[in-house]
């Protein structure tokens, strides 16, 4: 796939909502505005357009999917859209950056390199940077891995140019894993 339409993951369908074929839809994305009538996601399942989106109670109905026994098919499916859609779709303020923007970013503390953003949790409404540890520091007995909660208190500065995340305080947390 040409860069900008790799297939980024932003829900998970659930189980089935009621007999006419709603679905609960669970979010890995912070912009639920792009869930909304007529909007075209893929899916291992095949193209899925959404007939309605009820965010308040967290479901989705699908174009041509009008009975439970329909809908459970869809069951624990993926919705994908591409970065190129992803980001014509959402429109992000100062500050703000796509999940896969941030990872693969090289962390650093000060002049200190950590290691490089793995992946990101969502744990209690709170997003963590996943930090493969640099090599050099897991052989002098540093945790292979570490998390980082992408607050203030940690998070310094993104330079996506440089590739580069600088944090405050994350070395201790480092330490503490």
């Not at 790799?6 to 679905?23: H, W």
């Not at 979010?27 to 996601?41: C, I, M, R, T």
């Not at 493969?132 to 002098?140: F, G, I, P, R």
Request: glycine share 10%.
């Amino acid at each position: 796939m040409a860069r900008g339409h790799e297939k980024i993951p932003v829900a998970r369908i659930g189980k089935t909502v009621g007999l006419r074929g709603d679905l609960r839809l669970n979010l890995l994305s912070d912009f639920p505005e792009q869930f909304k009538k007529g909007a075209v996601f893929m899916s291992d399942r095949g193209d899925l357009t959404i007939e309605s989106y009820n965010p308040a109670r967290g479901t989705v109905r699908f174009e041509g999917v009008g009975d439970i026994d329909a809908a459970k098919r869809l069951t624990n499916a993926y919705l994908y859209t591409t970065k190129e859609a992803g980001e014509k779709a959402c429109h992000l303020g100062e500050g703000e950056y796509f999940w896969y923007q941030i990872i693969g970013l090289e962390v650093f503390d000060g002049d200190k390199r950590l290691g490089r953003v793995k992946e990101i949790e969502r744990l209690a409404g709170t997003d963590y940077l996943v930090v493969d540890t640099d090599a050099a520091l897991v052989q002098k007995g540093a945790a292979k891995s570490f998390l980082i909660p992408y607050i203030d208190r940690y998070i310094d500065r993104v330079d996506l140019e440089a590739g580069r995340l600088s944090t405050k305080g994350a070395e201790a947390i480092l330490d503490a894993s």
